[in-house]
């Protein structure tokens, strides 16, 4: 056993800060740490060897500029109460905004715990004050609504209207598809009041694993939500939970459906289970960035290679993996962009590449032969690969922490990196919820 890196972690039943080790064993890197109350634990981070995960590692030591930063002497610090602070080495890309708590679903593998007994719905003037300070921090950030499920709130378009008039500029929407589905022209009034996509749950093609997944068969719903999308011009990114034993056998079923039906699907951005909210913790159930490389290589029969991949360049890299290919007029497909040169170097950069290809090319009128047609063209037949690993009690690297780009708006403390907002011990406490 090799020990490569040290870092620190927390307790997965206090959550206390502790030292965590990355050691190298025969099957992969793995977490090692101790808690002197609780005991020793261990969690497979890596499924391969110290050279591939070294060699992961993009190497940017740039640093964003925090704007108001939280400065409190008297800090607990990171995970404890972040807001962010000096030391955080990311501004944001992406900005979670819960809109509501409620829930038309009860999904087992909820990380918010939404739906049940839920706080009142926060006022369009208090999500109004939450976007200002978003905006005296640096906005306009990439803004995803979010909840809950936002959209069993009935004046979703005005918050969005809201939103623009304040000057943000890209809109996503985190849904679970069924109000999208179940009317036919909702897609397009929240298209008119200005979502740029729609980021849409998608676990498989299959009704048995969204009954253990969601509770409930819901795949036709998806499917209507999809092209109802479609018909109002707002394009859809995939979203599938991959979860060990469950659907990571339909990996690659996922990707061809997300290319057969381009340009209204964008792409597929897969978030492999992590055990915070309302998910059962399974330590030795563990989905990796290369595990998922493989499979993504041989269930599409190597059409989508692993080598095709890289980690973050803004966010810490063994945050994320992401390919953008373009689909030729042959049906083949051509990768956009080499492993070496495809990940952004700031927050910023990201933000605007993310707003790019997920929106499309949907709103550039253009006539035929000209450059802008070229360029909407080329974004409808951009497909983009990728996957965002979260960490929990058992996995949390606090490097990797002071590198996230993704936060949750909160009263209190501004913007939270969003694996410290919903960590969550093994009895499912929370320091933040």
């Avoid at 659907?247 to 289970?273: C, S, W, Y």
Wanted: charged share 25%.
């Amino acid at each position: 056993m090799k020990t490569i890196n040290k870092t620190k972690s927390v307790c997965p039943v206090c959550l206390k800060t502790i030292d965590a080790y990355l050691v190298e064993k025969d099957d992969g890197i793995y977490m090692e740490k101790e808690c002197t109350e609780h005991g020793h634990f261990s969690v497979l981070v890596w499924e391969d060897d110290a050279v591939s995960y070294k060699n992961w590692d993009r190497g940017n030591k740039k640093k964003d500029k925090i704007i108001d930063p939280k400065t409190d002497k008297n800090l607990e610090g990171c995970p404890y109460d972040c807001g962010l602070c000096e030391d955080h080495v990311r501004s944001t890309c992406c900005v979670l905004l819960e809109i509501t708590q409620r829930c038309n679903l009860n999904c087992p593998v909820c990380f918010a715990s939404a739906g049940g007994a839920c706080p009142s719905d926060p006022t369009l003037d208090a999500l109004g004050e939450s976007m200002d300070m978003l905006m005296r921090k640096g906005g306009p950030f990439n803004l995803q609504l979010s909840g809950g499920e936002p959209t069993v709130r009935d004046d979703l378009p005005e918050i969005i209207k809201m939103g623009r008039e304040k000057g943000f500029t890209f809109f996503q929407l985190n849904t679970n598809g069924i109000r999208l589905a179940d009317d036919e022209t909702y897609a397009k009034k929240l298209k008119s009041a200005g979502l740029s996509c729609v980021f849409l749950q998608f676990d498989s093609l299959s009704d048995k694993v969204y009954k253990i997944l969601r509770g409930k068969p819901l795949l036709m719903k998806k499917l209507k939500a999809i092209k109802n999308c479609a018909d109002a011009g707002l394009g859809v990114v995939l979203v599938p939970v991959i979860a060990p034993g469950i659907n990571d056998n339909e990996i690659g079923t996922l990707i061809k459906f997300a290319e057969k039906n381009m340009p209204h699907v964008r792409g597929v951005h897969f978030q492999p289970i992590s055990y915070f909210g309302r998910c059962i913790p399974m330590a030795d159930k563990r989905i990796t960035i290369p595990y998922m490389l493989r499979q993504i290589e041989w269930q599409t029969d190597k059409r989508f290679k692993k080598a095709d991949f890289a980690g973050g360049g803004a966010e810490n890299p063994y945050c994320s993996f992401h390919a953008e290919y373009l689909k030729k007029k042959d049906g083949s497909l051509k990768l956009l962009k080499s492993s070496s040169s495809c990940c952004c170097t700031t927050s910023k950069k990201s933000r605007e590449n993310v707003a790019r290809q997920w929106k499309g090319g949907a709103d550039i009128v253009a006539e035929a032969g000209t450059m802008d047609a070229f360029v909407k063209d080329t974004l409808d037949n951009t497909l983009a690969i990728s996957g965002m690993l979260f960490q929990d009690c058992f996995n949390l690297d606090l490097d990797r922490l002071k590198r996230c780009y993704i936060c949750e708006v909160d009263p209190r403390y501004g913007l939270v990196p969003f694996c410290a907002y919903n960590l969550t011990n093994i009895d499912g406490k929370s320091i933040y919820r």
